[in-house]
C-alpha cells in the first residue's frame, strides 16, 4: 500500500529518536575520519538531511565553525535547534530548512556538502535523486566534496534478502517500505554501481566508495543506530 513517501520524517516520534541519537550515538568514526580527511575546520559546510542535528552537533563540537545545518522537514529543525541549545548554547550554526530538491543557496556557496546516514536514500525515489544531486552540485564550490553514504543492497547485511524482494508497482529495484518503531519509512537501496552512475551523470568525479566495516569498526552503539551502509566521497569538477 503506497503512502506519503515523506510522512515518517514529519513525524514527532521520529524526530525524538534522532535527537537522541544526536546526544548518545554522535558522530561516527567513520564520519568523523572522513571529514576531517576532506574538511579544514574554517571550511563552510551544508549538511543536508541533518535530523536531530547529530552530525551537525559533533562537527561545532569538534571546532567546524560555518555550519549550515538543514533538513526538509520542519520537526526535524525544532529538534536539532533543541538539542543545540542544550549541548551547544553559545553556538553560532545556522539551522534551517532546506529541501535538498531544491535548494535557496547561491551557486559555489559552500566548500563542502554532507548528506549523512543514507539521507539521499530517503528522498521520494529516483526522481528527487536526479533533482538533488545537481543542486549539491550547483551549491559546491569548484573541487568542493560531497560526503554520503548508501545502503548497499548487494553487499549490505541483507543481500540474500534483497535478491527475492520484489520490485515495487510504482518503484524499482531497491525501493522498499522499512517498518520502525514510530511509522514505516521509504527508502532506497543502491548498488554501487548504481549510484556511481547518478553522481557522474550530476558531473561528480567519485574519489572513495568504500563500505563503512573497510573503513573502520564501529562500536556496538553506532551499529545498533546503523547497520552497515556505503560512504561516497565525490568532487566538483
Ligand atoms: C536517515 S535520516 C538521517 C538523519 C541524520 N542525518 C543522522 O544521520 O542522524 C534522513 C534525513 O533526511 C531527511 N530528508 C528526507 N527528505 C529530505 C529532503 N527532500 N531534503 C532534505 N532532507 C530530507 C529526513 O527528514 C531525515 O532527517
Redesign the pocket.
Known amino acids: 500500500m503506497e503512502t506519503d513517501r ?1 510522512a515518517h ?2 513525524h514527532p516520534l521520529t524526530a525524538v529518536n ?1 535527537a537522541r ?2 546526544v548518545q ?1 554522535g558522530l561516527w568514526k567513520s564520519e568523523e575520519s572522513l571529514i576531517t580527511q576532506y574538511f579544514k575546520p574554517e571550511a563552510h559546510l551544508l ?6 542535528g ?2 551537525g552537533l559533533g562537527l561545532w563540537q569538534r571546532g567546524y565553525q560555518y555550519l549550515t545545518i ?4 520542519p520537526v ?1 529543525i525544532e529538534m536539532t535547534r533543541g538539542v543545540f541549545q542544550q549541548m551547544a548554547p553559545n553556538h553560532r550554526a545556522r539551522i534551517e530548512i ?4 531544491s535548494l535557496q543557496y547561491a551557486n559555489e556557496s559552500f566548500d563542502g556538502v554532507i ?5 539521499l536514500m ?3 525515489g529516483r526522481e ?1 535523486r536526479e533533482k ?1 544531486l545537481p543542486e549539491i552540485y550547483r551549491v559546491l564550490k569548484k573541487e568542493g566534496f560531497f560526503i554520503f553514504t548508501a545502503n548497499d543492497r548487494e553487499k549490505g547485511e541483507n543481500t540474500r534478502e534483497w535478491a527475492v524482494e520484489p520490485i515495487p508497482p510504482k518503484g524499482e529495484k531497491g525501493d522498499r517500505w522499512h517498518e520502525t518503531d514510530s511509522t514505516p ?1 521509504f527508502m532506497h537501496s543502491s548498488t554501487e554501481y548504481e549510484t556511481l552512475a547518478e553522481l557522474k551523470t550530476a558531473g561528480f568525479k567519485t574519489l572513495q566508495s568504500k563500505l563503512r566495516s573497510e573503513l573502520v569498526s564501529e562500536n556496538a552503539v553506532v551499529k545498533n543506530f ?1 547497520g552497515e551502509t556505503r560512504f561516497y566521497v565525490a568532487q566538483k569538477i
Open positions: 515523506q520524517w514529519l534522532y541519537a544526536a550515538v549538511e543536508l538531511g541533518c535530523g536531530g547529530r552530525v538543514t533538513d526538509f522537514s526535524m532546506a529541501n535538498a530538491c548528506f549523512a546516514f543514507n539521507g530517503c528522498l521520494r528527487d538533488a519509512v546503523a
